[in-house]
């Protein structure tokens, strides 16, 4: 992240935080794209519904 400009590293930062809390969100997240395909799942979505994000 070193080779990155600030603008760069901050969105960086940004989707990191992001992910951490879809990871440890206690409800199911799913975020879909315009096309209503799944893009994003976290783990209690997986876990509830069987989904395999692999």
């Known amino acids: 992240m070193h ?3 600030p603008v760069e590293q901050a969105l960086a930062a940004a989707q990191l935080d992001l ?5 440890t969100a ?3 997240i799913a975020v879909v794209d315009t096309a209503q ?3 994003v799942v976290n783990h209690q ?7 395999d994000r692999a």
């Open 19 to 23: 992910y951490s809390v879809l990871e």
């Open 45 to 51: 979505m997986e876990r509830l519904f069987g989904y």
């Open 37 to 39: 395909k799944l893009v």
């Open 3 to 5: 080779n990155r400009n």
């Open 26 to 28: 206690p409800d199911a």
